[in-house]
């Protein structure tokens, strides 16, 4: 019988198990599909989380390029509020990574 070679083990499952896989950033993301462009405070208030762990969470979700900041950090002055929101596309995508490693695609 041939050796089954998970593709779970391969750098491109990385991604989006990194990105997807903590349960408060998947928490973030589903409250931000259904509700976009929310500040910190709203999304921690939301979800009844720390707001430092969900700026935490938002810094995480921002490498990867999952989520989008209006204005971005890089630009927003001292006290200006960010707004957050899903890059669709992007979620999108690592779904289907995920998807694809699980073997459902």
């Given at each position: 019988m041939p050796r089954y070679t998970s593709p779970a083990n391969s750098e491109y499952a990385e991604d989006p198990i990194r990105a997807l896989g903590n349960v408060m950033q998947a928490?973030?993301?589903g409250f931000l599909r259904?509700?976009?462009a929310q500040t910190r405070g709203e999304i921690a208030d939301a979800?009844?989380?720390?707001k430092l762990t969900v700026?935490?969470?938002l810094e995480k979700l921002l490498e990867v390029g999952l989520i989008v900041a209006d204005p971005p950090r890089d630009v927003a002055v001292?006290?200006?509020r960010?707004?957050?929101s899903?890059?669709?596309a992007q979620?999108?995508?690592m779904v289907m990574r995920l998807n694809q490693v699980l073997g459902e695609f």
């Open positions: 928490s973030i993301i259904k509700h976009p979800l009844e989380i720390p700026n935490n969470g001292r006290g200006q960010i707004r957050y899903v890059d669709d979620v999108t995508e």
